[in-house]
């Protein structure tokens, strides 16, 4: 049984991508269905937005929920 749990456990490190890292939290875009994972690449695409907008930053969990549906409509039609 151990050594299922061991060969379990390195599969799982194996297949799990590596452009996603531990700090990395996943958000889920409701109107597209579709997540998007909030790296250092993400966080430059919002300051964009934001700049684009004319809106002072600040942090992404001070948005609200309006601003960040509008947010992740702006991100669809602006991909990396």
């Not at 456990?9 to 590596?18: E, G, M, N, Q, T």
């Not at 990395?24 to 998007?36: L, Q, T, V």
């Amino acid at each position: 049984m151990s050594r299922f749990l061991t060969i379990l456990a390195l599969s799982a490190v194996v297949f799990v991508p590596p452009s996603i890292r531990a700090d990395d939290k996943r958000y889920y875009d409701a109107d597209h269905k579709d997540y998007h994972v909030w790296n250092a690449q993400e966080d430059t695409a919002y300051r964009h937005y934001l700049e684009e907008k004319h809106i002072a930053y600040h942090d992404w969990s001070k948005a609200s929920r309006r601003e960040q549906r509008d947010y992740w409509a702006w991100r669809h039609q602006h991909p990396d």
